[in-house]
Every structure is written in C-alpha cells, then in structure tokens.
C-alpha cells in the first residue's frame, strides 16, 4: 500500500493521518489465481518459457483490418506471412482490432495445427459501442439512464463481433469521469459513480450473454484500471493525484460491480496514482484486484503502457519495465512485444519468478478456456453467421430507439419542440446538417459509414422539399461565403434550426480540449443567423452534436430551444428527426453537469461542501469565481421531455433509522401536461455531519415512471445503513450516525428535502 502514502499524507492530518498511514488488516492480500485445472497444468508443464512468454503477447492485428487507423504511428506493421510465423511458434497469444472470418480462420488454423501446444488465438476490438451497426457513444447512451437499454445495445454489439471473428472487448469503460475536458469522457457514463455502477453491470452482462461459451459472446474488460477519470486537467495521459479514500470511494466500485457481474478481464491504465504507474502498481493490480477483491481473471496493458513505465521514469529499460509491469500483475502486454523479448531471459536471471510467469499463463489459459477456444477454437469464426448478423433489422432498429433515449432537451421555451410536420419551411443550417462522417463519433473502429443516416435525411423524410440544408462553416474553420448563404437561408425560412457541435475527432482518446465550447467560427455562424432572424421572430433551435459536456455561450446558450444529441451512430439522422417532429418525446438525463464556462472544470454536482459555500447574496470571500456562480448552466440528472411534470413533497416512513434497519423515502410525481410522460425520479442524499467533509448531494437510485397526462405515480425508494456509508480513513466503508438530508427530484439541483436521523 505504499503506491498510495504520498496522496494520504498530503490530504490527512492529525490522528486521522497516522491511523491511515498504519498498515491496514485486508484478508487475502496474496495472490489470487484461477482453481487448479488439470488440462491447463499440464499444458503449463509442457510449455517453454518462451511459449509462455508468447500467451502473455497480443498485438494489433495487420493482416485483416477494417476501418481507419486508430493506434499511435509507431505501430509496427507486418505482413500475413510474418504473423503466421509467430503464430506457429508460438509467439502470439492473441490479435486485436481486426475483423473477418475468413481471415480469423486462416491464422486459427496456424495456432491450433502448427503451434507447439495448439493453444488457440483470442481475437479482441475496441467494441466500444457497436461494430458496422454503431450505438450512441456510451456517454450519450449513459444520458438514457436505462440499463435494460445498455444490456440490449451491448448484446447486439457482442452479437456483430462474434459474427465478425471477436472473442473479447476492450469494453466497457468504467472510468468515472469528473472533469468535462478529458476527451475520454464520451467512452463512459459521467460523472457519477451510482449512475456507472448500474451500467457497467449492464452493459458486462450484455456484452458476456448466458454464457461465455455462447458464440455470440465476448468476454468484457472493463477498463481503465484505475483513476483514469481523475487525470489532473483532464489532460490525456496525465497523472491521477489523489487520496486513496476518493480512489476507493469514486472510481472503483464501478470495476468491483463490473468484476461481481462476471467480466473476467480488465486492462491497466495509462495514468501514475500518487506516483505509480497503474501498470506497474502491484498494490492495484494484486493487492486490491487479487487479494481483496478474489479476481481471477487476467489483466491486459493499454496500447504499450508496459514500455511506457520507461518515459514515466518508473523503470530503467525495457528489460525493468517487463519485469516491474508482470510483477505487479500485469498478466498480458500489448503491442510493444517487450513480455516476448525479455521475459524469458528475466526468468533465467531470477528477477521474475518462474511462479509468477506461470501465474499469467495460467489467467490467460482460464480466459480461453471460459470462451470454450479449447473445446472449439473456431468458435465466432462462421461464414455464415457474418453475412447474416450483422446489420440485422432488429438491430437497426434497435440503434434508432437507443438514439432517441439518448436524446436531452436541455431548454424548450414556448414549448417551441416539437417542430410541425408539415406547413413550415425549416432551415438546417451547420456543419453536422448533411454529415456522415461524424455519425458514428469517436471509438467506432469498424463503422459502415456508408450507411449512417444524416440529420439532413431524417428531416428529409419527414419534411421532403419543405427541408433547406446549408452548411454555413466547418466545425473548426469557416468557409468562404457560408455565413451569408446561411443567413439568406434563414430568412427564407419559417424556422432555423442549427446544427452545431463537435466532429468526432474532437473527442475520445487524445483529444483533451482547454475550451469546451462550440468553436469559434460556428459560434460566429449561430450569432449571424440569430441576428439576422431577431426581428421576424422567426424560432431558432440548436440541437448539439457532441463527445462531452459543453460549455455554451452567446446565441448557441440564448437560443429558445436546445437538444443535446451526442454522437448517436447509424440511425442518427432517424433518431433526432424522431424526437424533433414529435413522434417520440425526448426521456434523456444528462449523465455529466455542463458548466457556465470551460475554466469551471472539473466541476461535478456531488462536489465536497466547503467552509465557505456561496450561500447568500453576499459574494465576498465564498468559494467561487469572480465571473460566475457556481451553479452548472444545466445540472447532472437534467432533462426536460414534451409534457409538465411536479414532484410532490419527499417524505420518510420514519425521523430515525437505526444501524440495522431500512427506511422508506417516498414523493409523489405527476404528469401535469397534455402528453404522455416518460420520467427519471432520481433520490438523493447529504450527510449533513460526518468526520470527513461530504457531497453536497449523492445520487442513491433512480426510477423510470411512465405516466398518462394527469396521471399521479407515488415512488418509492428503500435506504439502509449501507446506503448512507462512506470511505474511512482506514480505507473501510462505514456510515456514521447524525442527521441526512434527502430528496426525490427531477435533478441533481431540485426537489424539496426531507430529513431523518441514523441512530446508532
């Protein structure tokens, strides 16, 4: 546990500091490996140390790749006859992120007929949120707050990457995400760690089936382990400095949740905790992952993060780093061949244990035992399943309604949504109007680009030739005289609806942004256009396209109506004209809080209260900025639909709650408008005094109600003593007595409060 002293000293003083620099008492701290299995023993026996060192490296797969490049430029390409060769020898464990049976075929055939041992390949992709029928980016689907929802689309992904020759994914990401310039934010589900914990479960269960063995299952890896979420400005790669009690308390219950519901693998991040790289940080990888949590499955590096423990200045040469990285629990490396190069003269030396070698192997063998690879190695490798699943109908389908629930109305004045169908010319001014190439948004390697429906096809079906489409900018740079063909446009139109946002390279991995704001030349596109309109009275709504919280400003913030779409997939275009004509109303939630402005980040709404909270009109000397308050322009849980809804009074079955009970918190919620209403109750709860500084809010549960116009709901929620814990000084969760605060709202920011007493 020394990874973590610097981070606990630094934040704890005082008795609380030397309690928590005490060794803490964890059972099982040693290493935990899968049960003995006779068949994988002898296979163990019979292997050389370089064989073994071949089951413990994957590496992208150059011989049958489908998509545009993703990997760094030091990938190193090699041909078809190359792989073969290590595969034969038993150098190669397994590839990753390229598709194709018949390809997947060939060089199976080559490790279960030449290799020394016939030990099969493990085919894995980057299924982030679908194949060649591509979902809502995970932070967009995380915005439905439907884990039914994330189960089915994560079922459907597994279902085209098995038909396409995958057994495993680098999915999902659970890294909880707290600051809004990170561009890896879109691979997740926000800001919260409640929210993550209930789609990790879904989308493992969804992504893993029945059974691992079915051939339309893959084995998940959440990722990244850990704290990746936390890195210092939400820049790429950066360091995650903090106390061990928020490393356990906000970002790892969602890989426990994840590891509890079956995933048997996860891979290591790039990020140092307190100064130690995760993947070479035994006290993550084995002391917690193994010792304290029972995980049996293996541990796979990033894309080089094993070398990469050199640029760190955490290891000397390649040689230390493979030795640092495998004796911290790193079971397998990618990409940078370092495990083959110098694990077996490493072995030899005696500084790797030849136990701990065999460790790896053995969590390597369990995995491809648990996908049925030695029962039958061509599992996921049939001709015929790839021509008949994928691009199914039910799945297409399926990518429409997961666009449409991902949808959030952040404003509708006037009820200006929904648009008419007919009667209205509509003007759809902006660079995503008439976009393919966007669709499908970042980490979507093997999209069908080809068939993603555009904005502009959505509205046109809808509207046929009553639908004017104009460009006006590019995302980043303007054009020559697209302004004014924009602004004529708008004129001649009844209606203006702008489409404005982010391209898909804007967000994901590498692409931190210091300004989360739309870009200049469309903020100058939307400020022309809404001037030019003023007079006439002419609506103007902005629908976003987007991987992250945005910052909004000038006629983009003041425009009457604002949808926040993300980056839906295939059935984009059909998704939001679904919601903007009206045929569906919008039932999203924001999963992340977008601020007044970028320089608010990180800002997340179960922040710590501090001592001098701006509370009162009285500004001087509070914590906040000069410039704003510090209220989110649209807070996490925010989501408005085409109906009116009010929440009635929350209510406790009780004023007291004792250690070993359960208390009830109820409010009534009712449908006052004209429409069919789909809303997400969400409860939560202050401790209002503990022995460490609390959220101001927490998110405990959260109910989907269905309700007629005028229909009345009373929903129910049950907390107990666990639901109320927090992380101690000495690193265990425990709740403590006093009085809590809780709510039943529509937001993170609303709902009137009840309160109870926890009694020891």
Known sequence: MAAFTPSRRFFLQGAAATAALMPVAAPGLAKVTPAADPFIESLIQRMSIEEKAGQLSIYSDTTRFDGPPINPTSEQAQGKEKVKADI????????????????????????????????????????????????????????????????????????????????????????????QRWGRVSEGS??????????????????QGDSLKDETSVVACPKHFAAYGAVQGGMEYNTADIPETTLREVHLPPFKAAF??????????????????????????????????????????????????ILHGFAADGADATAKAINAGCDMGMQSGLYMKYLPELVRSGKVKLAVL???????????????????????????????????PETIALAREAGRKSCVLLKNEGNLLPLPKSGKKIALIGPFGNDKENCPGPWAVFPDVDTCVT???????????????????????????GIAAAVKAAKAADIVVLALGETGNMSGEAQSRVDISVPEPQLELAEAVAAAVKDSGKPVVVILKHGRALALTGAVKEAPAILATWFLGSEEGNAIADIVFGDYAPQGRLPVSFPQASGQEPFYYNHRITGRPQISEDKSFKARYREVTNDALYPFGHGLSYSSVSYGPTSVSAPTLAMTGAIKVTATVTNTGE??????????????????????????????????????????????????????????????????DVWIAPSSTSGTVASFMLIA
């Open 675 to 740: 429409r069919a209403l789909h809303e997400v109750a969400q409860l939560y709860i202050h401790d209002k005094v503990a022995s460490m500084t609390q959220p101001i809010r927490a998110l405990k549960g959260f109910r989907h109600l269905d309700l007629a116009p005028g229909e009345s709901i009373a929903v129910e929620f049950t907390l107990t003593p666990a639901d109320l814990a927090f992380v101690h000084p000495n690193l265990k969760p425990s709740a403590e007595a006093g009085q809590f």
């Open 260 to 309: 509890d519901a079956g995933a048997l693998t996860t891979m290591s991040s790039f990020n140092d905790i307190a100064g130690v790289p995760s993947t070479g940080n035994h006290y993550l990888l084995t002391d917690i992952l193994r010792g304290e949590w029972g995980f049996k499955g293996l541990v796979v590096s990033d894309y080089t993060s094993e070398e990469e423990l």
């Open 88 to 179: 034969a020898a038993g150098r190669i464990t397994g590839l990753f992120n390229g598709i194709g049976v018949a390809g997947g075929r060939e060089l199976q055939q080559v490790a279960v007929e030449q290799s020394p041992h016939k030990i099969p390949l493990v085919f894995a992709g980057d299924i982030i949120h679908g194949v060649k029928t591509t979902f809502p980016i995970p932070l967009g689907e995380s915005a439905s707050w439907d884990t039914d929802l994330a189960r089915r689309t994560a079922r459907a992904a597994a279902l085209e990457a098995t038909a396409k020759g995958l057994h495993w994914t680098f999915a999902p990401m659970v890294d909880v995400a707290r600051d």
């Open 190 to 207: 926000g800001e919260d760690t409640y929210l993550g914990i209930q789609l990790a479960v879904a989308r493992v269960k969804g992504f």
């Open 358 to 392: 065999d460790e790896a192997v053995r969590r390597v063998l369990y995995v491809k035992k648990a996908l049925g690879l030695f029962d039958n190695p061509y599992r996921s490798l049939d001709l015929k399943r790839e021509q008949t699943d994928v691009r199914r």
């Open 455 to 481: 904005w502009e096809a959505g509205f046109r079906a809808v509207l046929g030739d009553a639908l004017t489409v104009v460009k006006g900018s590019e995302a980043e740079t303007p054009i020559e005289g």
